[in-house]
């Protein structure tokens, strides 16, 4: 074997263990959410709290069509923009009276709005002009957060390895924070049940 074969041979071995280290630095954490009353489980959302910020500030798309807010629940993190659209043929106003509060005026078909998100915390999505209209954003501390899918599951894939508190959050119901621990490259599991 000549000496550049032997060196490029060695190098692609190199190359695979890095992918393969930086594959396994992260953990998972999944679950499953039980609800009571379970009309509330679609507005649930599991995140680590404390959390450092995971990457750069992104930008995200709330829609209003047929008279809903789609989707009903975005989950972003702190720093994240929010471009709200109108698919409807009638003019809307979204608005949030939660944490710092704003309202974006009204807008018709095909206009959309833009807001910033600076604060972690959840907002409720109003329209002013439709009080029937209701949405949520939840901004995590990080990117380790995840709306629940319509089953109660979740998961939290790429976890630094350690300990954290894992919250939760649902417009109506509660449940304690729990301890998890993340270990490189496995799966912790953690269950919540939700109630008044």
Known sequence: MSTRTSLRSLAAAALALSGSVALAAGGTITGKVESTPAKFLAETVVYLEKA????????????QRN????????VIQAGDSVKFLNH??????????????Y???????NEERSYTFSSAGSYT??????????GFIFVAP???????????????RDVPPGTYKLAI?????????????VTAGGTATVNFSIKR
Request: proline share 8%; with cysteine; hydrophobic share 35%.
């Open 125 to 134: 999505q109003l329209c002013s002009i439709h009080p029937e209209m209701l």
């Open 169 to 181: 959050w649902n417009s109506h119901l509660k449940a304690p924070a729990k301890d998890v621990t």
């Open 52 to 63: 450092p910020p995971t990457g750069g500030a992104q930008s995200h798309a709330m829609d």
């Open 142 to 156: 990080s990117r380790h957060a995840a709306a629940v899918d319509k089953a109660g599951g979740f998961t939290l």
């Open 88 to 101: 409807d043929s009638v003019v809307h106003n979204v608005y949030s009276p939660d944490n710092e509060g």
């Open 103 to 109: 309202n974006l005026g009204a807008f018709k078909q």
């Open 67 to 74: 008279m809903t807010f789609e989707p009903h629940l975005l």
